[in-house]
């Protein structure tokens, strides 16, 4: 009696256990801020994205593949061209994530690494059609293209940024010597303008003498003429005696 209930409850338990696994493999879960798609043996991939939460499905029959929705950084190294055709080094960080109702699109047609097939072609497209001038119009120019690019693929770009930028070493070489040129000019051109202004200052001083000369010339002569009339006007007083110099004798001059 006791042999044939434990045979029972050991099928019953194998019964439950065979269920109980099942049960399991016919469960599956999708964590928060992730999607499912549901890939069935017989029909393809199928249109519907489940969301979170735990869900059925045939067992064998359906496979889940479970994407990530959520946003995520990714560093694009890109060697491209600028106008004068001179080689850019760039690095673009971008912040993506996929568009959760075209993910059964992006599956069939991308894979599940669709990131690595994708954001590499179209960043390198989108940077040879731009001008590197000036690095936030860049920036933004970039940012507009690449979103619009990406949404025909089924991502969305929450941000797009350029965190490294340099330029080939002929190029880096050649923009110094400009630079060192420029300023060689520049000190050129202070010499002369600085030559230039010492013989204007000469010249101005030269003109200051000559007026200061012919003033004082004039004075003289001015003088001069006074002094003579003044000696006439003396010499013919009678009280005016003159003594020649070194002589201590008093002459009377006759009038």
């Given at each position: ?18 269920a ?22 017989f ?109 025909t ?16 070493k ?55 003429d ?30």
């Open positions: 009696m006791a042999a044939k209930v434990f045979e029972s409850i050991g099928k019953f338990g194998l019964a439950l256990a065979v109980g696994g099942v049960v399991n493999s016919a469960l599956y879960n999708v964590d928060a801020g992730h999607r499912a798609v549901i890939f069935d043996r029909r393809g991939v199928q249109d519907i994205v489940v969301g979170e939460g735990t869900h059925f499905l045939i067992p064998w029959v359906q496979k889940p593949i479970i994407f990530d929705c959520r946003s995520w950084p990714r560093n694009v190294p890109v060697i491209t061209g600028s106008k004068d055709l001179q080689n850019v080094n760039i690095t673009l960080r971008i912040l993506f994530r996929p568009v959760a109702s075209q993910l059964p699109r992006i599956f069939i047609s991308m894979g599940e690494d669709y990131d690595e097939r994708v954001l590499p072609s179209i960043t390198t497209e989108i940077l040879k059609g731009e001008l590197i001038t000036q690095r936030e119009l860049v920036s933004r120019q970039v940012s507009d293209d690449l979103t619009e690019r990406a949404a693929f089924g991502l969305i770009l929450d941000d797009v940024s350029l965190t490294h930028l340099t330029f080939g002929e190029f880096t070489e050649a923009v110094e010597a400009k630079q060192v040129a420029q300023q060689e000019a520049e000190r050129a051109r202070f010499v002369v303008e600085k030559a230039e202004q010492l013989k204007r200052a000469a010249a101005i001083s030269a003109e200051g003498d000559s007026k200061a000369a012919e003033l004082i010339a004039n004075s003289l002569a001015t003088a001069g006074a002094a003579e009339d003044i000696a006439y006007q003396l010499s013919r007083s009678r009280n005016i005696t003159y003594r020649p110099v070194g002589q201590s004798v008093l002459l009377q001059l006759p009038q």
